[in-house]
C-alpha cells in the first residue's frame, strides 16, 4: 500500500515509523530482525532502509587485512523484500542519484515493481568524502529531481530509450527530503523550499524531513510549504541523540541547530546511559507536541538500535 494511502486510511491518527540501515559488510539480516522485532508491537505501517554510496571494508592481502577501500554497501533492495515478506509491512528503500545510471536506477525500479514495493524515498545522495560538492554519476541525475521524474514516467510506462509499456507498469508513491533548517548547500532556506517545490511538483507524493531538535523549525516549514500551496503530507523525522559526540557531530554534518537546553542536559551526563535517557526524553517530548500539532507520522531514524526508539514509543503508540 502507498504510503499517503496509509496516512489516509489513519483519519488523522499520527502513525509510527522508522529508518533501518542495512548491517555492515553484508552481515546477517538477523542483526536487523532483532532490531525490528522489538518495535512491531507499534504497528509500523511502513519501515525505510537506507541506500549507503560509501563502506569501508578490509581486503585480505597476503592472508592479512589491508587497506580500506570504499565501495557502495549492498542490501537495500533485498532487505526491503525480506523485511516485507517477513513482517507484512511496506518497506520504502532509498533510492540514490549518486552511485547510479539511469540504466541502474530502472532495473532497480524493475525489482521494486516485482518484488511488490510500492514506495520509494528519491533522494541525491552526499558528496563522497573525498569530493568537496556532490558530482553526479556520470549517466546519471544531478538532482533528486531528475530522479523523481524518472520515477514519474516509468510509472506512467515510459522507460529509457523511449520504450513504452504501459498495461501492468509501476505506481510507486515517491517521496522526497525536505529540511527545516535548509539543506546544507543551499544558499537560503527560500531557494531550497523553490527545489523542493520543484519535487513535489514533478510527482512527489510525501516529503519526510531531516532531523531537527526545536519543533519550531518544523511547525514553520510546514506553513512556509503550505503557503506555496502543497497540502502533501510531511512527516518529520526524529533522532534521539544517543552518545555525547552526537552535539558535534549532527550540527557539523547536517548544519542544523542544538537547543541550548537540549546542550546543557547531555554534557551534564556521567554515563553514557545517562546521554541516552536524555536523548529518549527529549525525543518523547518532540514527539507529543508533534502529535498535537497533526504530524501525520513520527519517523525516527534509528541508527540500528532500537531499544531508545522502543522506549519513545512505548510512551506515545
Ligand atoms: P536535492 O533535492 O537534489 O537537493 C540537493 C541540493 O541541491 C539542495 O541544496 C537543493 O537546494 C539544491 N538543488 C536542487 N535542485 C537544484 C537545481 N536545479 N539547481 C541548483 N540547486 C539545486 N543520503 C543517503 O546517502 N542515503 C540515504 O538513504 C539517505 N536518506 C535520507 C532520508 C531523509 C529523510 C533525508 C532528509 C536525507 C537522506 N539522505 C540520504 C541525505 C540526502 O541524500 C542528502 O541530504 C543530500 O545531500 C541531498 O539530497 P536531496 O534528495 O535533498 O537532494
Redesign the pocket.
Known amino acids: 500500500m502507498k504510503i499517503t494511502d496509509h496516512i489516509k486510511q489513519a483519519n488523522g491518527k499520527t502513525l509510527f515509523s522508522f ?1 533501518l ?1 542495512p548491517p555492515r559488510k553484508g552481515k546477517s539480516i538477523q542483526e536487523l530482525y532483532n532490531n525490528i522485532d522489538p518495535l512491531m508491537e507499534f504497528k509500523p505501517p511502513f519501515i ?6 560509501e563502506e569501508f571494508v578490509y581486503i585480505e592481502k597476503d592472508g592479512l587485512l589491508d587497506k580500506k577501500v570504499t565501495r557502495m554497501r549492498p542490501g ?1 533492495i533485498g532487505i526491503c523484500a525480506s523485511i516485507k515478506h517477513k513482517y507484512d509491512v511496506d518497506t520504502v528503500p ?1 533510492v ?3 552511485g547510479f545510471t539511469k540504466e541502474e536506477t530502472e532495473y532497480m525500479l524493475v525489482d521494486c515493481h516485482y518484488l511488490g514495493i510500492h514506495n520509494l ?7 563522497m568524502r573525498e569530493e568537496q560538492y ?1 558530482k553526479p554519476t556520470p549517466g546519471g ?7 523523481v521524474e524518472q520515477v514519474v514516467e516509468m510509472n506512467k510506462g515510459h522507460y529509457l530509450n523511449g520504450m513504452v509499456e504501459t498495461s501492468d507498469c509501476s505506481d510507486f508513491c515517491i ?5 527545516p533548517e ?6 537560503s532556506l527560500k ?2 523550499l ?3 517545490i ?2 513535489v511538483e514533478a510527482g512527489a507524493d510525501y516529503v ?4 531537527f531538535f526545536d519543533n519550531k523549525k518544523y511547525f514553520e516549514f510546514v506553513d512556509l510549504v503550505r503557503a506555496e500551496g502543497i497540502d502533501i503530507p510531511i ?1 518529520p ?1 526524529i533522532k534521539p541523540i544517543a552518545v555525547k559526540r552526537h552535539l558535534q557531530l549532527l550540527p557539523q554534518v ?1 548544519k542544523i541547530d542544538l537547543p541550548q537546553e537540549l546542550i546543557e542536559s547531555v554534557e551534564s551526563c556521567k554515563s553514557n546511559a545517562d546521554v541516552r535517557q536524555v536523548g529518549i526524553e527529549w525525543a518523547i517530548q518532540q514527539s507529543k507536541e508533534l502529535m498535537e500539532g497533526g504530524a501525520p507520522v513520527l ?1 525516527y ?1 534509528s541508527m540500528g538500535k532500537s531499544d531508545n526508539v522502543k522506549a519513545i514509543a512505548s510512551e506515545l503508540f
Open positions: 529508518e540501515i525505510d532502509v537506507t541506500t549507503s554510496r537495500t532509498h540514490l542519484c549518486g524515498m528519491a533522494l541525491r545522495g552526499d558528496a556532490f541525475h544531478e538532482y533528486a529531481l531528475g530522479l517521496g522526497v527530503a525536505g529540511y535548509k539543506h546544507l548547500e543551499a544558499p531557494t531550497d523553490k527545489r523542493l520543484q519535487k519526510v524531513t531531516q532531523m512527516i523525522g547536517f519517523h531514524y
